[in-house]
């Protein structure tokens, strides 16, 4: 009999896999904190006798290397990839044996698309197939994007994600399980759909490269692809070098006259608190990333890379998850960190910084008396209806951006608060006058705002 065991990277919209019978099993695209995998190993009583990676990934730091160092497994990587370090090229057809107790096998399928090398695996128990780890190919009601690898590839690449989804659907049985490691929130999905379970089957019926004509799909796909985070160009390169271990020590400690001085210094001091315990007190010159949010996909995203960040935690253990999530994207060591509250973190004499929250409600409350209403959300999103007057900068180019906020009073809204959450405290950290619109973009034209719309 054998388990598959999911291993949920939610920060970053992707799984992981474990999948094995009684005595070995494969883990498959690991994340970079290696030891969950262990400890999912530990669980089930098994070694893991190969990790296997789908693609050279491009939006995290890989952990495939290093489990593979660590436990001594078989580290399969499709052969058309270019890597720096020594593994067992992986080729359409390719056979390992898993767990010979359970007659357990995996069987390489080659899938470009999502990369040109990508390459699928598909789990055979008895020679039956009963399952197929899918990477950045075919995943839930859609596909990985096509356009992380080279531009002048994204359209070839696009026809094959079509040609790679049909060849599953045909090759697999309908009852076979479709585990994709995109998907559940990442930037290489090419559309955001709703995560769950999934079979062949199901696929065949409701995912748009199975149910559409392949010029038809091409051009829908290539319209809907949305900005990709700027951290994406670092990824790659570290996997193919072959990454290094992570170390989750905790960072050096931080006093007030430090921060102080690392923000003079033009460092960034992140404060990892929640949104609303940001906008009540927080340290001048601060950013604020909540840890419970997409932490490291929109930290990754702004910061200029290289550039020294300070985490501010509430307590040891939300600094201590911050650092698991911001070193799968290659954000390795902070250069200093400190827990508590705005009150351990200011020089004595010096108040906390605040600014106001506020609803859509109290934004049409406000309307004809001036404010600047920005709205940070990504293109897509505004298309889809946006506040008559509005400014539009989306989140991720606003701190580039910044001369471009008319004067006056600036009211920030996203879709929900967290991305408003950010841009109030880069504008407040710049000295503007900001208000956080934390609420649900759909209370805005029942509170009253007039929405331009499509």
């Not at 995943?139 to 079509?162: K, N, S």
């Not at 709703?194 to 829908?220: C, H, M, P, Q, Y």
């Not at 790659?236 to 931080?254: I, K």
């Amino acid at each position: 009999m054998f388990f598959v065991d999911t291993i949920e990277v939610s920060g970053l919209g992707n799984r992981s896999y474990l999948a094995g019978g009684e005595r070995a099993a494969v883990a498959v695209d690991p994340p970079r904190d290696i030891d969950r995998v262990i400890a999912a190993a530990a669980r089930r009583g098994v070694r893991i006798s190969h990790v296997v990676e789908t693609h050279v990934h491009n939006d995290y730091v890989t952990g495939g290397l290093e489990l593979a160092r660590v436990t001594g497994a078989d580290y399969l990587v499709p052969a058309g990839a270019r890597v720096s370090f020594v593994r067992t090229p992986v080729r359409d057809g390719d056979r390992a044996e898993i767990d010979a107790a359970s007659a357990l096998a995996l069987r390489a399928v080659a899938t470009p698309g999502h990369t040109p090398h990508h390459t699928s695996y598909v789990l055979e128990e008895g020679g039956a197939e009963v399952a197929v780890f899918t990477g950045g190919s075919l995943l839930i009601g859609t596909v990985g994007r096509p356009d992380l690898v080279e531009p002048r590839l994204t359209e070839t690449l696009a026809r094959a994600q079509h040609a790679s989804a049909r060849r599953l659907a045909a090759e697999l049985p309908d009852e076979t399980a479709v585990l994709p490691t995109h998907g559940f929130g990442s930037f290489c999905s090419s559309a955001q759909t709703e995560g769950g379970d999934t079979t062949i089957g199901k696929e065949k019926v409701s995912n748009e490269a199975l149910t559409r004509d392949v010029d038809t799909f091409v051009a829908e796909l290539l319209a809907g692809l949305d900005d990709i985070p700027a951290y994406y160009t670092h990824m790659g390169p570290v996997n193919a070098a072959g990454p290094a271990p992570v170390d989750l020590t905790p960072p050096a400690v931080a006093d007030a006259e430090e921060i102080a001085a690392r923000l003079a210094a033009g460092e960034w001091v992140v404060d990892l608190r929640h949104r609303v315990a940001f906008a009540e007190g927080h340290v001048a010159g601060s950013f604020n990333f909540e840890a419970d949010g997409q932490l490291a996909t929109y930290l990754a995203w702004l910061i200029p890379w290289g550039k020294p960040v300070t985490l501010l935690a509430e307590s040891a253990g939300q600094l201590a998850a911050a650092q698991r999530e911001l070193v799968r994207v290659g954000l390795d060591r902070p250069a200093a960190a400190a827990t508590g509250g705005p009150a351990d973190w200011t020089r004595e004499g010096e108040s906390p910084a605040t600014f106001a929250r506020a609803s859509f409600a109290d934004l049409a409350a406000r309307a004809g008396d001036g404010a600047v209403v920005l709205d940070v959300r990504r293109a897509s999103e505004r298309a889809r209806g946006h506040i008559e007057g509005s400014v539009h900068i989306p989140i991720h180019t606003l701190h580039r951006r910044l001369d471009e906020v008319p004067d006056g009073e600036v009211w920030v809204h996203c879709a929900g608060g967290m991305r408003a959450a950010v841009a109030a405290s880069l504008l407040d950290a710049a000295g503007r006058h900001v208000v956080a619109v934390d609420d649900s973009f759909e209370a805005a034209e029942k509170a009253g705002l007039v929405l331009e719309k499509p």
